[in-house]
């Protein structure tokens, strides 16, 4: 019996849900060979009509405000219906930075709760998928389970994916498009090491012209001297950075767990958008893989930063590195787009 339907419950309908989730599996929609229909929703399903033509029911995030509830919920009936549960996860949500566990909505003793409900949980679904292979290797570390890596991807028709085949002329533009929440008052967060000096020093000195999404509390003293871009839905951002045609996209990381465990998503966007990339390098750091040019250390000196943002300036030296993130783009299967990505997609997730 062939079950078109797949059932997603997103958390927050935040990126993550979409970069994971939603996006992928609207490549589904149109003609496809995989006849998936998939269901965006936040209501718990429980006809077992429905559910017996359900191929799978996904639940990301399954330890917040109900969703454990939901997953149990649904466990209870996948036997007699005969769909899969599964779960996703694209960050380390337990062990976390001090930084990032302020921003844990009040909730006290956060990491001992959170892994609570994780023990309770994980063992209801019958996959589970992470983004990286240090997520799923601490699922296993420190639940006892096995869990399933598929990386995270971008999309052709978002991006626009611009095919850039010179160097840029006049002034760099450069982007920075990550997240400026995990920040406490007099820390720099994913900004330690040489590139806050580095940006003052490029900004004032007109060196380069700088986009960045939001304000960043750092920069609070160049508020004019720098181009800040009104936050945007997920489905917008894509075009709204490509129509800036940025020559670089810059990825600070500060050195914890909570980053080793993310994804190369900002390496994958650098690439569609034609724009070299330039990321935190550490102990397991995400970017490891990329040149050693494009990578920079926290303990490196705005200095070292410098030489290696000027070399890349180089013409010869910034199509380059183009041209290796193309070639990653193709070799590893990052667009959505695909067949090689969609098949990966379907068996991890359905």
């Known amino acids: 019996m062939n079950r078109p339907h797949v059932i997603i419950h997103p958390s927050d309908m935040s990126q993550s849900d ?33 559910l017996k033509q359900t191929r799978a029911v996904i639940i990301q995030r399954p330890t917040a405000s109900g969703r454990m509830e939901t997953a149990l919920a649904y466990a209870a009936l996948k036997k007699e219906c005969g769909f899969k549960l599964i779960t996703d996860f694209d960050d380390l949500i337990w062990d976390l930075s001090p930084i990032i ?5 009040g909730i006290n003793n956060y990491d001992n709760v ?48 611009n095919d850039r085949t010179t160097p840029f002329i006049g002034k760099p533009k450069v982007m920075y498009a990550g997240n400026l929440g995990h920040y406490t008052d007099g820390n720099v967060g994913d900004f330690e090491g040489p590139w806050v000096p580095w940006l003052h020093k490029a900004i004032e000195s007109g060196a380069i012209d700088f986009y960045c999404f939001g304000e960043p509390p750092f920069l609070k003293d160049l508020k004019n001297q720098y181009t800040s871009i009104p936050y945007t839905s997920i489905m917008e951002f894509p075009s709204t950075a ?33 724009a070299v990339f330039i990321g935190s390098d550490f ?4 970017y490891s893989y990329a040149p050693t040019e494009q990578l920079i250390k926290n303990t ?26 193309k070639q990653s783009m193709e070799e590893q299967h990052w667009l959505y787009e695909d067949p090689e990505f969609q098949k990966k997609f379907i068996s991890t997730h359905t």
């Open 18 to 50: 979409w970069v994971r989730c939603i996006l992928p599996f609207m490549q589904f929609m149109g003609a496809s060979p995989y006849q998936i229909a998939p269901s965006i929703t936040h209501i718990t399903c429980t006809n077992k009509s429905v």
């Open 101 to 105: 566990q302020s921003y844990a909505k």
């Open 114 to 161: 959170i892994m609570t409900r994780l023990d309770r949980v994980l063992p209801a679904f019958d996959t589970i998928v992470c983004a990286t292979q240090y997520l799923a290797d601490r699922m296993k570390n420190d639940f006892g389970i096995d869990a399933i890596v598929m990386p995270n991807g971008v999309s052709r028709s978002l991006f626009g994916l």
């Open 242 to 274: 490509a129509n800036i045609h940025p020559d670089f996209y810059i990825a600070p990381l500060a050195d914890n767990n909570f980053n080793r465990a993310k994804s190369d998503l900002k390496l994958k966007e650098a690439a569609a958008l034609g």
């Open 283 to 286: 102990d397991k750091s995400p």
């Open 300 to 325: 490196d000196s705005p200095d070292v930063l410098d030489e290696k943002f000027r070399t890349l300036c180089n013409p010869d030296s910034f199509m380059k590195a183009i041209h290796w993130q």
